[in-house]
């Protein structure tokens, strides 16, 4: 009852006229980001901070705002997907396996409806997942201490690259890059200045907001000046949307896909760094073992379209239980929502729900809003959505730009913020390059300090016994799972993103 009182607090926060209004610009903006590929939802909430710094929104509407632009996305990236063959973002690849050969059947109407539908209850299942789950996690709050906050920061960065990476090496590597930028200023505890080489802009560090934008938005411009030859990819195709509504037997059919894939894509979620990647991977792979007794998976079944739709949408949706119950970020998105909170000084966590309740369920009840809204506009607004397709990047790239540019300046006022931008816009060009990730620097930046402060409380506490950081059952447990979650990446990481690619190419070439 307590959750059902709390949950009805949220909802007379975010029906305001203020944050309905935002919801529905973070829905549309965010299927539009989705849609258009390479964008995809980290980007495109890293692009859209600078603008709700410059309106100047509380805590409660900026993260209404980012959240619907999160949710957006993930509905969005399933367009180009179905229509193109090209994922709007990764967790989109799988449904190119029979989203795209319904469209070559004439059936992209009602293969777009049906993904929408299948997001809708994936995000929805998820919603109701994050409001069952997240307090549980809020009650092992009082078991926190310095060391068991250590442990659990280095959880974050021991299984940031998740089940599906490729290289945890690099992944290190940019987790130790992230953490050396955060020592940069101050020293909180000498007051004795670490690397600012004499500047006193970098007294204070580094503005993680900047890195943000620098590293997600300007470096997605420099690659496609790099590119700059090249069009959009969807110019110039044709594109037949056919009728807009699936029949009722294809509903039918697909049901018990996304309910069951549904779940599967929320627990894939809640794991540290899994994301929705492997939550889409999971739920069609499995969905393909269960029920593809006649074989036509990748042809064009619409249950294969439902079930990663589904299983992406839960993953986004159980992503934001760990970023807002212990302060970890379950994906690439999370962790620049986590960069939000921290920018207006609400410290996500065990405590959150207790010192922040307006923020937290205020969040929660807009998620719901948001969802339905994304419902009723996704189906009637599908050939809208299929026309932002043929925008040519050399109109959208100084788009881009010039939100950056504007966004900072109007946060900061300072023209030294607009440097530092530019150098991370091109530090994450070149990581881009050599398939360095740049979460892991994200979070680094993020966490570095309160990780030292966190280390030096737990030490000074014990007179200096560096035992003290694995003395409790917690912070054991929390080690053995970031080690685990770091050595199982090198095991079978490879193997599943290998199959991921595999399958796709395969079935792909069979749809073709």
């Known amino acids: 009852m307590e959750t059902l009182a709390n949950l009805g607090d949220g909802f007379a926060i975010a029906i305001t006229w203020q944050n309905l ?65 090209i994922p709007g973002d990764e967790p989109a690849m799988m449904t190119c396996l029979d989203g795209y050969p319904m469209a070559k059947k004439g059936l992209a109407g009602e293969a777009l409806s049906l993904s929408g539908i299948a997001s809708f209850v994936g995000a929805f299942f998820a919603t109701w997942g994050l409001i069952l789950l997240a307090p ?147 739920s069609y792979s499995m969905e393909k073992r269960l029920v593809d007794k006649e074989g036509t998976f990748g042809t064009g079944d619409p249950r294969g379209v439902a079930a990663p739709e589904a299983g992406n949408n839960a993953a986004a949706g159980g ?90 300046y109007g946060i900061s006022g300072s023209t030294f913020d607009l440097l530092v931008m530019i150098g991370f816009g091109v530090m994450g060009w070149g990581l881009r390059k050599l398939d360095v990730p740049l979460v892991p620097i994200i979070l680094g930046t993020l966490l570095g300090n309160a990780m030292e402060n966190n280390l030096r409380r737990a030490v000074t506490i014990d007179n200096g016994d560096w035992w003290t950081l694995i003395d409790s059952p917690l912070s054991l447990g929390l080690w053995a799972v970031a080690i685990i979650g770091f050595i199982l990446p090198l095991i079978f990481g490879a193997r599943v993103k290998a199959k991921m690619r595999q399958r796709r190419d395969e079935e792909g070439a069979i749809s073709d």
């Open 319 to 408: 992503a934001l239980v760990p970023m807002l119950a212990l302060g970890v970020p379950g994906s690439g998105t999370t962790a620049v929502l986590l960069a939000v909170l921290l920018a207006l000084n609400i410290t996500p966590g065990p405590l959150l729900f207790t010192q922040n309740p307006d923020v937290v369920w205020g969040l929660i009840a807009a998620l719901f809003i948001a969802n339905f809204m994304l419902l009723a506009m996704n189906i009637p607004m599908v050939g809208l959505f299929t026309r932002v397709l043929m925008i040519p990047s050399r109109i959208l790239m100084p788009i881009v730009a010039m939100v950056s540019f504007v966004g900072i």
């Open 21 to 85: 209004l935002l919801a529905l610009l973070g829905c549309f903006l965010g299927t539009i980001m989705g849609a258009l590929p390479g964008l995809g939802p980290s980007n495109g909430v890293a692009i859209l901070i600078p603008l709700a710094f410059t309106l100047g929104l509380g805590a409660t509407p900026s993260l209404i705002l980012l959240t619907s632009v999160y949710y957006g996305a993930m509905y969005g990236g399933r367009i180009s997907s179905i229509l193109l063959n």
């Open 136 to 282: 549980q996690l809020v009650k092992i709050a009082l078991l926190f201490g310095p060391a068991e906050y250590f442990a659990l920061f280095a959880l974050a960065f021991m299984t940031l690259g998740g089940v599906s990476s490729t290289n945890q090496a690099k992944s290190a590597f940019a987790a130790a890059l992230g953490l050396g930028l955060a020592t940069i200023g101050v020293d909180t505890q000498t007051g004795v200045p670490r690397f600012t080489f004499g500047e006193v802009h970098l007294y204070d560090g580094l503005d993680f907001l900047v890195a943000i934008v620098g590293l997600f938005a300007l470096s997605e411009v420099f690659i496609f000046l790099e590119n700059r030859h090249g069009g959009s990819d969807a110019e110039g195709k044709k594109m037949v949307i056919g009728k807009l509504y699936p029949p009722m037997s294809m509903i039918k059919q697909t049901t018990p896909t996304m309910l069951r894939t549904s779940f599967l894509g929320f627990i894939a979620g809640v794991l540290p760094g899994a994301g929705a990647s492997l939550g889409s991977f999971i």
